[in-house]
């Protein structure tokens, strides 16, 4: 997925001279068609993320198109006031491409985690935040970041995740994508959870138990009237994500289901990390398992949602 | 010597009166700023009054947004905006608040307050001018106690890797912060040393005398290939008597009319 990010962009930049690129000190050889092609546009300026945002900011004052790209952590965590004062106060059209968002960097431990980047950036007036499914939704998604308003933080996995999404559902920022319709229960999620989520509606279908999933790539701004449409119609909701439950996508749904007439017909719960700092190394697979943000336990807190004792679920 | 003439004396009174109607300012903070800012104005900058976002115009960002009331007081003394806006400082539909904010202020390129941001923002703009191959300058002012901040010098060894000639970094070096003394704080000194290492082109300058101010901001850079810094030597509550002494007026609020009849009474008894 971040290389395809890095892909687009070069793209975009031969397509409109207003795209720059920034990095910190990304490895060897990163974005280096870009550098190539565009020299006077690419910016490699090490470990100051102040640095990097406020150069950024003073890019978009002038009509250019910054993407920043490092370490999602870094870049949310170590720079907040900057993201917020610099790019979210003036609503400049900077887009941060986060690297390893979620427990990706799991064996490097909890410093280079980003498992509260959605929280923070949730917090900021005028920021949108994108965790797009796969490198394909990527694809979609990039050049639609070019005349997009104000700034976006575009949350990235690991790289070769599994291709989940298809362009049957048309990608738009901001829009929550229905991907499976289902009577009983509605699971909603976003970035790579997309593929857990499908994988137990399939299970649950089979066990009697209707699954809806809406991808919601889109976190901020949240299209809740889809979500609410969509939560309407089901008994029981379930958030999951590669998160931690405070300020995320199952936060965002929590308030405005609450808001909402749904609050006492539906079911709701959220599966994400709790309020920990991840205490393990491993792998991104064996702490979301750790932490039951598995199709396993989704399959689990759905059928007990929705209170169906008697089927038996694969 | 004494080197403030009538117009620092008038636009110390401009001070004074957005003091008094907002209640409340930076007051020492600003008066150490006015020589530099009126200079610069009067001098150095080109802009346009009546096109605020012209593209050729030079930038000026004032860092140290806290110094805002001289600035407001030259950008309202150039027309930029009616100067009856100064009854509005900090007015709940006032344009000029504690803290300077682009777009409300027309002339403000950035919304400063939380410091060290500035100089990074300045060195994008420096860079995105280069790319085009734009002649305008960039003017950066950062306040001494500002320099604590660590993004200045990432800022400041970004200028330099990038040798941004056409940005200039101005410190108003009154020597004071809002605690104590720079001395007793975070001792900042061998300051012009430090900014010499990190690669810019030193300068040191009475940020208090106009005519010193103009030639150092007419030789500009002042080494080829390197950004500058003008180190201005300055004192913080310049030219008001009682406020030079008094650490208080580094920012005040709710200040009392007898306050503001000795701060008008205080002007040019020097």
């Known amino acids: 997925m971040r290389a395809t990010a890095l892909e687009c962009v070069g793209e975009l930049a031969e397509k409109d001279d207003r795209v720059f690129f920034i990095g910190s000190d990304l490895g060897q050889g990163s974005a280096q068609a870009f550098r190539d092609a565009h020299p006077d546009r690419f910016f490699m300026e090490g470990i100051a993320e102040a640095n990097l945002i406020g150069m950024a900011a003073g890019f978009a004052f002038e009509g250019k198109i910054p993407y920043v790209n490092t370490i999602a952590t870094f870049l949310t965590r170590r720079c907040l006031e900057q993201v917020a004062v610099d790019l979210c106060l003036h609503n400049l059209s900077v887009r941060l491409i986060a690297n390893g968002g979620g427990m990706v960097y799991a064996p490097l431990g909890p410093t280079h985690l980003a498992v509260e980047d959605i929280a923070l950036m949730r917090a900021l007036p005028n920021m949108t935040i994108i965790a797009p499914a796969d490198a394909d939704e990527m694809r979609r998604l990039m050049p639609l970041t070019v005349e997009y308003d104000g700034p976006i933080y575009i949350r990235l996995a690991k790289g070769y995740d599994p291709i989940v999404t298809s362009d049957a559902v048309p990608f738009a920022i901001g829009k929550a994508l229905p991907v499976r319709d289902g009577e009983d229960a509605l699971v909603l999620t976003t970035g790579v959870t997309l593929g857990p989520a499908l994988e137990a509606a399939e299970r649950l279908d089979s066990g009697g138990v209707s699954t809806g999933v809406l991808h919601v790539p889109t976190v901020k701004p949240l299209d809740e009237q889809t979500i609410l449409e969509a939560a309407s119609s089901v008994r029981a909701v379930v958030t999951i994500e590669e998160h931690t439950i405070y300020g995320g996508l199952g936060s965002a749904v929590a308030e405005i289901m609450a808001e909402s007439r749904l609050t006492g017909s539906v079911r709701f719960q959220r599966i994400g990390l709790p309020d920990v700092f991840p205490d393990q190394y491993g792998s991104q697979a064996s702490l979301m398992e750790r932490y039951k943000i598995t199709t396993d336990h989704l399959v689990s807190v759905v059928k007990d949602s929705v209170e169906v004792q008697s089927i038996t679920v694969a | ?270």
């Open chain 2, 1 to 270: 010597m004494n080197q403030l003439n009538e117009r620092s004396d008038e636009l110390r009174h401009m001070i004074v009166g957005m003091l008094e109607y907002g209640g409340r300012g930076h007051l020492a903070s600003a008066l150490s700023l006015v020589e530099i800012l009126s200079v610069l104005y009067d001098d150095v900058l080109a802009f346009r009054v009546d096109e605020p976002n012209w593209s050729d115009r030079d930038r000026m960002i004032l860092s140290k947004g806290h110094g805002c009331m001289a600035l407001y007081a030259v950008l309202g003394d150039k027309g930029f905006f009616h100067r009856s806006e100064f009854e509005r400082f900090c007015k709940s539909e006032g344009i000029l608040g504690g803290h300077p904010e682009r777009p409300k202020v027309p002339g403000v390129e950035a919304s400063t307050g939380a410091l060290g941001h500035g100089l990074s923002i300045g060195v994008g703009m420096a860079l995105s001018a280069r790319q085009e191959g734009a002649k305008h300058r960039v003017f950066v002012i950062v306040g001494d106690g500002e320099c604590n901040e660590g993004s200045i010098w990432e800022g400041a060894m970004c200028a330099a890797k990038h040798r941004l000639d056409s940005l200039t970094v101005i410190v108003d070096y009154n020597k004071m912060q809002s605690y104590a003394s720079t001395h007793e704080v975070l001792e900042l000194e061998p300051f012009a040393d430090k900014w010499t290492a990190f690669g810019f082109g030193v300068r040191e300058v009475d940020g208090h005398d106009v005519t010193a101010l103009r030639e150092a901001f007419e030789d500009l850079p002042c080494e080829v290939e390197k950004p500058t810094v003008v180190i201005c030597h300055t004192t913080k509550g310049k030219g008001i008597s009682g406020v030079e002494e008094d650490l208080s007026w580094h920012h005040k609020s709710r200040v009392k009319p007898e306050e503001i009849a000795a701060l008008y009474e205080g002007i040019g008894s020097r």
